[in-house]
């Protein structure tokens, strides 16, 4: 049972207000729910991810927040182009960031260099070549709905982590998933 | 560039950080008269939270006073130039979209513009009246950005949220219209891609005294403020002289008293038929820039109901043009007037289907250019509005 | 401004400049050597062109053709100001004491193409990282990160 409905069957019983968890799925519920976000915008999905933020689809309510400071937020979004010159610096940012982080890659140019694939000196084929991306969302730009999906996403992934090293649960995902940094690898 | 090279960004002016503001460089300088002064260097890094997007500026500052501003560009130089060199005329479109992302629709239109003069083709007048309502409406959706993060960088929050009710309705037109929410491919050479649905022009009419009414709140709320005023007054002056001279052009120009603007006077299009006003400043600050920016969503509003009145059915693409479009050898440049300015785009050809050269003149960029000599002598705190002010998208300055 | 017009503007001020001009389907473009571009371009500012819109080249083989695309908000006209710059000695003169503006566009030329400008205040790279070797635009630049589209038209 979800810890939310956990929650809310202690406060209607008569039994004391005690619940019974495990310190994984308390983990897992506050990590999820409270990602704080790194925008790494470069650029066109920059302005779909400033307008996921906004009034219309607000971010907000899921709990992911835009922070400017690599120090105080859970997940890097890189939403655009990165190319040769901006590398080193979205690597930097990265390094100092605390743990537990993760990465989400917004947009076909951050997935894999998406339009300029082909012929461009300077693009770098996707962030996975120097971050490793826990959640690709494909996209030219992809709509902020598809941003908030990534965030659930996300949360079932973190959902498999364990507080106690060494420890992994294993969770059926719905999609088969890319081997990370590996180029045409399999799923294993 | 090897291994090493990846580690660390290195700069004329020492080793610096990219995000945290590290004092790496203390140098003691000595004034004339004899007194040393204290130097910092301080590196606003490529990843900022002003949401311009990637520019690093390396700011030598004197206590707080800014002494030296140089911004170093390059971070989004994805080789468009070079890409579109091995791709055909009508691929070449949705890269133009990637360059100003923030107004894809108008730069489609020059490179449309520039096809068109080098091969000859006439557009149908429908299609012209179709390509200046959607320039215009985007000219709204970009200024609407632009004042925004102006009121965003000088700590407005509530601003930028409430600039984005017009864009976001502008979006949604745009998405009723060609699909795509940001990079829409839509103006191509001889024509547009789509009719307008049904309804779309009576959806329009019906917005646009709402439009206005949000816009003059956001003007009570912004501008009204006095702590607007005082932040954006007197920052960023730039003298008519200096515009005309470093190739400025736009709000960025017409905010220092430059009338010149290319609807009005280098006029192209169907823009000789309608009514319109040019706003022009007369102290070339940051304040004069933004209310530019702010009048011209009034007029372009008035051109989009001027324009749904005259148009007329009829088709919207040229007849005949192939798919392969190969051009007489030779060249041709061609230019519209931005949200940020002249875009143009000169083409070269040499008779095949490929272009043998492309080159965007960015407005963006050669704004971008008087970043060192307008922010000398403010605080670092002005720089993000100056940077602002000058309104670049780095994809359109970078390629 | 019609062209023929601005051809007639021309011809009365600047007599010497007149067998260099030519309307190429309807542009003006004035045709000058290398070692003439800064003469040239003074003329053209004092009959009226105040504004330098773009500096840009072209690869053509054995030269590079530079153009410079010139606007006068008081005629209301545009003209190209073009030159060859033989390939194997890529140096030109600075047009950055006629207009400031043409500072950042020669330091992209510069980047792109290795054409060195004489008289420039900061010639360095601009758009690619300090330590690029090669010159992207230029028809033979070889680079094994490339990924060529495969041709299929």
Redesign the interface.
């Given at each position: 049972m979800a810890l939310v409905d956990k929650l809310g069957a202690a406060l209607d019983s008569s039994g004391g207000g005690i619940i019974l968890t495990t310190v994984d799925s308390l983990a897992d519920w506050a990590r999820g729910k409270s990602l704080w976000s790194m925008p790494m915008g470069t650029a066109c999905c920059a302005m779909e991810l400033i307008a996921g933020s906004f009034s219309k689809f607000d971010f907000d309510r899921h709990g992911t927040f835009p922070r400017p400071d690599p120090r105080h937020v859970d997940v890097m979004i890189v939403a655009g182009t990165i190319t040769r010159k901006m590398a080193p610096a979205v690597k930097r940012i990265y390094e100092q960031m605390a743990e537990p982080k993760w990465v989400i890659a917004m947009g076909n140019c951050a997935v894999s260099g998406g339009i300029f694939y082909y012929d461009s000196y300077s693009v770098i084929r996707g962030v996975d070549e120097i971050l490793p991306v826990d959640v690709y969302i494909a996209g030219c730009p992809p709509r902020p709905e598809s941003m908030q999906d990534a965030v659930f996403q996300l949360r079932e992934k973190i959902a498999t982590e364990s507080i106690a090293p060494g420890k992994k649960r294993e969770v059926e995902f719905s999609l088969p998933m890319p081997g990370a940094g590996v180029r045409g690898g399999d799923a294993e | 560039m090897n291994a090493s090279s990846i580690d660390r960004i290195t700069s004329d002016a020492g080793e610096v950080d990219a995000v945290t503001l590290k004092i790496t460089e203390r140098t003691k300088k000595i004034a004339t008269d004899g007194t040393p002064v204290d130097e910092l260097v301080v590196n606003v890094g490529p990843s900022h939270p002003s949401t311009h997007g990637v520019c690093r500026v390396i700011t030598h500052v004197d206590g707080e006073i800014v002494t030296k501003a140089e911004p170093v560009i390059g971070y989004l130089h994805r080789g468009v130039e070079k890409i579109a060199e091995n791709r055909t005329y009508l691929q070449v479109v949705p890269l133009t979209d990637r360059l100003d992302y923030v107004g894809s629709m108008y730069t489609n239109w020059a490179y449309s513009r520039s096809v068109e003069r080098l091969a000859g083709i006439r557009v149908p007048e429908r299609a012209e009246y179709l390509r200046v309502i959607t320039c215009e409406m985007q000219r709204m959706a970009s200024h609407m950005m632009s004042l925004g993060s102006t009121s965003g960088d000088s700590g407005a929050t509530t601003a930028f949220i409430y600039s984005f009710d017009i864009r976001e309705r502008v979006i949604e037109f745009f998405e009723d219209l060609c699909g795509s929410r940001l990079t829409y491919n839509y103006v191509r050479p001889g024509g547009v891609s789509m009719e307008v649905p049904d309804g779309w022009f009576d959806d329009i009419l019906a917005w646009l005294p709402i439009a206005r009414q949000s816009l003059s709140e956001l003007d009570r709320l912004f501008f009204g403020n006095h702590i607007a005023r005082g932040r954006l007054k007197g920052i960023g002056v730039l003298s008519a002289e200096d515009a005309v001279s470093w190739g400025a052009s736009g709000p960025v120009a017409r905010g220092s008293g430059v009338n010149w603007d290319l609807r009005k006077h280098d006029t192209y299009s169907v823009y000789p038929r309608f009514d319109f006003d040019v706003p022009i400043g007369s102290n070339g600050d940051a304040y004069d820039r933004a209310r530019c920016r702010l009048f011209e969503v009034y007029e372009s509003m008035r051109i989009i109901e001027q324009a749904i009145e005259q148009i007329e059915p009829g088709p919207i693409k040229a007849d005949g043009i192939p798919r392969l479009i190969a051009p007489r050898p030779g060249d041709a440049y061609d230019h519209i007037e931005s949200a940020r300015g002249s875009l143009g785009v000169y083409l070269v050809s040499d008779g095949s289907p490929r272009p043998y050269r492309m080159k965007v003149r960015s407005p963006a960029f050669c704004n971008l250019a008087l970043l060192p000599m307008l922010a000398e002598g403010h605080t670092l705190s002005d720089l993000v509005i100056v940077l602002g002010s000058l309104d670049p998208v780095f994809g359109e300055v970078d390629r | 401004m019609k062209i023929n017009e601005l051809r007639e503007h021309l011809c009365a001020q600047y007599p010497d400049l007149c067998p260099l001009f030519s309307i190429?389907?309807?542009?003006g473009v004035l045709l000058v050597e290398c070692g003439q571009l800064l003469g040239a371009a003074s003329d053209l500012r004092d009959l009226g062109f105040?504004?330098?819109?773009?500096v840009?080249a072209?690869?053509r083989g054995e030269t590079f053709e530079m153009?410079y695309?010139l606007t006068s908000?008081s005629m209301?006209a545009?003209i190209?100001l073009k030159c060859e710059v033989p390939r194997d000695n890529p140096v030109i003169q600075s047009l950055t004491s006629l207009?400031?503006?043409a500072?950042?566009?020669e330091r992209?030329v510069y980047d792109?193409f290795g054409i060195e400008f004489e008289g420039h205040p900061d010639m360095?790279?601009?758009?690619?990282?300090?330590?690029?070797e090669g010159y992207?635009?230029r028809k033979d630049?070889e680079?094994e990160?490339?990924?060529?589209?495969p041709d299929y038209?």
């Open positions: - | - | 190429e389907f309807g542009d105040d504004r330098l819109g773009m840009t072209v690869d153009v695309r908000r209301s545009g190209f207009w400031p503006a500072n950042w566009h992209e792109m360095r790279r601009i758009l690619l990282p300090p330590e690029w992207p635009l630049y680079d990160r490339i990924i060529h589209r038209i």
